[in-house]
Each structure stands twice: as structure tokens, then as C-alpha cells.
């Protein structure tokens, strides 16, 4: 089910990394552009907008369970949540631990929007996809989506996890329109070794966000960088999502970089 209309973007990167923050502030700061926006979770813990909404929302998968799955019964404002600044929010959710495919519930989250004409209004749709690169969780949003951004820190860990991201991406690229956009370098006051790998594999930072401390205290007021005080670092932070927002809207060239093996990456970045 195609999404039509909207410009949509899938972020990913390991887990722990800060997608869920990248993809908030982000949210935000297409909506200060103007933009008519809507987030989508992709995780079991359903904590991907709880700072743009100040709260944990019930699941697509949840609520369908208490109609029986008889979509035909509810309501957008039975899953769907406005968020800071008009962002719309939703969380997919997921299967129990060990019990189903998260990519099932990305296509039922899409099958209900456009059952309920909820994407003809809207120009930005931002998939925050969980972690794991094997699940068809991680996938699905691949179906849909324009670019991919990853985030990464500028560490081995993360670098390696992008790696793998990369070629993920790149094998959905063969027959989806999906391309990718960049990376984002976060939580890192250096960004070397991300522009090593990049510079080795043919891919491009698109975004700098360091290690400030702001952050970590937004996320626990359960709010965007928007919603903060006007301390320095914080509008620095802002200034960069906004950046970043304007570039992605715009358009940015597609990227195909060709993902290193692994003992490749080790020597690069592994070894003195």
C-alpha cells in the first residue's frame, strides 16, 4: 500500500543510539518549516513520540486487539495522538517477544491511515524503525519510504551497525523506490571515524549532533529540544535539526555506497 502524497523517511541505526530522539526533534522541526507531520513508531516499547506527546500512547496493535481487529470500528483519534506543534503521532507496537513479525504491524498501521484518508493531508511521514536489522520490522517501513537516514555514533559499534543498515537498505533498493539520504552523527563530540567509514564506502554525514547534556534532559521532561529553554547549546541543537529538516525536504541526491566486509571494517576501524 503505497503512501502516496507525503514524503516519507525510515531513520535507523543501533539500538540505544538515539533514534527515537533524532526522529522527534526532526518531526519538530519539519512542523516549524511548515510541514503537516506525522511520526511513526516502529518499536515494541512504543516510547518513539512520548516527547512530542508528553506521554506513552497506546498501540496500533493494542487497540486492534481490543476490537478484534475489526479496524472498521475505530476512530483516528483512537490510535493517533497530536503532538507538539500539530505533529501527529502514532505507535505501531509490536508482537510479544518471540511471537510474531513486527512487519505485519508497520502494514497494518499504514492499511489503517489510508483507511481513514489520514495520509492525503499530510506532507512529512517519519518511520522511527527498531534496531534489529533482521526483523521484518526493520523492513517493512523500506516499502514505503523515500530515504533512509541512519543514525550513528562515531564509534566501532555503531559504524559496524550502519554497515549492516547499509546493506540492508541496499538490497530493499532493488525493488523499492527507497534510497539512501545519509547519516547523522550523534551524541559524539568528534565525528572522525563516521567520515573515515564514509569517505571509505561512498556515504555522507548529513548531520552533526553532539554530546550535550540537553538532550538527555529533554527526554526526561518528555519534551523536544523546541520546547526547552533557550540555553546556548540547546539552540545550537535546534539550529542543526532545523538544518537537517531543510535538507531533506529539499531533496537529497540518492546514495549508493558499497557496505565493507566485516573483517574489512575491523581493520579500519577496529586495529591501531
Do not use: W
Not at 1 to 10: L, Q
Not at 237 to 259: F, H, N, S, V
Request: aromatic share 8%; proline share 4%; with cysteine.
Amino acid at each position: 500500500m503505497k503512501i502516496e502524497g507525503a514524503t516519507v523517511f525510515s531513520v535507523y541505526g543501533k539500538g540505544g543510539i538515539g533514534k527515537s530522539t533524532t526522529s522527534s526533534n526532526l518531526s519538530a522541526a519539519f512542523s516549524k518549516l511548515g510541514k503537516r507531520v506525522l511520526q511513526i513508531g516502529c518499536d515494541p516499547k512504543h516510547d518513539s513520540t512520548f516527547t512530542l506527546t508528553g506521554h506513552l500512547q497506546p498501540t496500533v496493535i493494542d487497540i486492534l486487539k481490543e476490537v478484534d481487529f475489526h479496524a472498521e470500528e475505530l476512530r483516528p483519534e483512537d490510535f493517533m495522538t497530536e503532538g507538539y506543534n500539530g505533529v501527529m503521532c502514532i505507535e505501531a507496537g509490536g508482537p510479544p517477544a518471540g511471537t510474531g513479525c513486527g512487519g505485519y504491524v508497520v502494514g497494518q498501521t499504514v492499511k489503517l491511515l489510508k483507511q481513514h484518508h489520514l495520509l492525503e493531508d499530510t506532507d512529512v511521514v517519519i518511520f522511527d524503525v527498531l534496531g534489529d536489522v533482521v526483523c521484518g520490522g526493520f523492513a517493512a517501513p523500506l516499502q514505503h519510504a523515500d530515504r533512509a537516514v541512519i543514525v550513528t555514533a562515531n564509534d566501532f559499534d555503531s559504524i559496524y551497525a550502519m554497515n549492516r543498515i547499509i546493506a540492508a537498505v541496499q538490497a530493499k533498493s532493488k525493488n523499492y523506490n527507497v534510497r539512501l539520504a545519509g547519516c547523522v552523527a550523534n551524541r559524539s563530540r568528534e565525528t572522525d571515524e563516521v567520515d573515515r567509514y564514509c569517505n571509505e564506502v561512498g556515504f555522507k554525514r548529513i548531520a552533526h549532533m553532539p554530546d550535550v547534556d540537553a538532550i538527555r534532559r529533554s527526554r526526561l521532561k518528555k519534551k523536544t529540544l523546541f520546547e526547552m529553554p533557550d540555553d546556548e547549546d540547546i539552540v545550537q541543537c535546534r539550529a542543526e535539526y532545523i538544518r537537517l529538516a531543510e535538507l531533506l525536504y529539499a531533496g537529497t541526491d540518492p546514495l549508493a555506497p558499497a557496505p565493507m566486509e566485516d573483517r574489512d571494517i575491523f581493520e579500519l576501524l577496529g586495529f591501531d
